[in-house]
């Protein structure tokens, strides 16, 4: 899973910026860091910032925290790679960044809920991980909606290629929404079969109740 690590000429980013995700040595220093910034509500609109603008701004979702994470690895020549996780609306998908540690596989996460959060790298393969978030994966009337999760999306196959329209997602101004469309379009495997789907339970009331806590209000 070794990768050149991302050097500081290739960034394009300040020796500040660089040194603050340097500094992020683990994975556990990466979700400490991405925990201890407040949640981006996207007040003024959608966004898909790249890693100078999200920590510019000091607010991030999920996208936004996969992609800090992304570059901080790479930095410690650890694939970026990203897992996009897809449920069925209302619901909203969720994206994290992945590691692997000894051979096993984890997540580095940014959510507003309790759920949802960072894995230990303790998971055989990325299915296994995938699963580990399925039974926490509910609305509030306590459907169940994960469906399907994509193929590890790495980021540093992405270069200046024309398919990214040239844009680089740690220093760009742009809105990296076509990053997020090409991670949705990105090879996916579903997780169950139409049977199964039929035969789903609800969650529980005190599940629901719990997974009513949040980190930050809007």
């Known amino acids: 899973m070794k ?11 300040s020796q500040e910026e660089w ?25 003024g609109g959608e966004t898909h ?18 992609l800090i994470a992304a570059a901080a690895l790479w930095i410690q020549g650890k694939r970026p790679l990203l897992l996009d996780l897809v449920t069925v609306r209302p619901d909203l998908d969720h994206v994290v960044a992945l590691f692997k540690e000894n051979g096993r596989w984890g997540a580095i996460s940014k959510t507003n809920h309790a759920v949802l959060r960072y894995r230990e790298p303790v998971y055989r393969n990325v299915r296994e ?6 039974h926490e994966y509910f609305l509030d009337n306590g459907r169940k909606t994960l469906r399907s999760f994509s193929k590890p999306f790495d980021l540093s196959k992405l270069g200046r290629d024309p398919a990214s329209h040239g844009v680089n997602w740690i220093i760009t101004k742009e809105n990296l929404a076509y990053l997020a469309r090409r991670l949705d379009r990105s090879p996916h495997t579903k997780i169950l079969s139409p049977k199964q789907i039929r035969n789903l339970r609800e969650a529980d009331k005190v599940e629901i109740q719990a997974g009513e806590i949040v980190e930050y209000r809007k």
């Open 3 to 13: 990768v050149q690590p991302l050097r500081l000429g290739d960034t394009g980013l």
């Open 49 to 66: 910032s790249s890693v100078r603008f999200a920590l510019k701004r000091g607010r991030i979702h999920c996208f936004e925290g996969a």
């Open 19 to 43: 040194q603050k995700l340097k500094k992020l040595s683990n994975p556990k220093k990466i979700q400490n860091f991405l925990n201890s910034l407040p949640f981006n509500f996207e007040k």
């Open 129 to 134: 991980l995938v699963m580990s978030y399925f």
